[in-house]
């Protein structure tokens, strides 16, 4: 088990988090995991419990962003808006951006997804 329950330095890392969900344009969502590959792990932490920690990370991030973070684009790795308060308000948020939601209340990651200019998320994974 991780000694760690949140960063070894949170302003650090949530700074990081903030600097890459300004990125995503309107119309596509990003995952919590796929932006916590785009960030390497804090010096300390292992890669491998990075994967399973960064993406808590990541929400953790969100919650706190300031009001220029476009916090509504960022969603669950099943591609839907994980339960919590604010939910409707995420929805409706990515629905006037032009993201649509299935009937089972997804979004099509493959339609909707955010890929960088080299075709994908970049990632320190690969």
């Known amino acids: 088990m991780s000694p ?16 890459v969900v300004r990125q995503i ?6 995952t919590y ?16 419990s990075y994967l399973s920690l960064g993406p808590r990370w990541v929400g953790g991030a969100m919650a706190a ?13 099943k591609g839907e808006i994980s339960p919590r308060p604010g939910a409707d308000e995420q ?6 951006e032009g993201v649509e939601f299935d009937v089972r209340d997804r979004v099509y990651l493959k339609v909707f997804g ?3 200019e080299s075709g994908s998320a970049q990632s320190w994974l690969f």
């Open 4 to 19: 760690f329950t949140s960063p070894p330095d949170p302003i650090i890392f949530n700074n990081r988090v903030w600097e």
């Open 25 to 30: 344009p309107a119309g596509k969502v990003a």
């Open 33 to 48: 995991g796929q932006i916590a590959r785009m960030i390497p792990p804090p010096e300390g932490v292992a890669a491998k």
């Open 65 to 77: 962003c300031p009001d220029d973070v476009p916090w509504q684009r960022v969603i669950n790795s």
């Open 91 to 96: 929805r409706r948020l990515l629905e006037e």
């Open 114 to 116: 955010w890929e960088t």
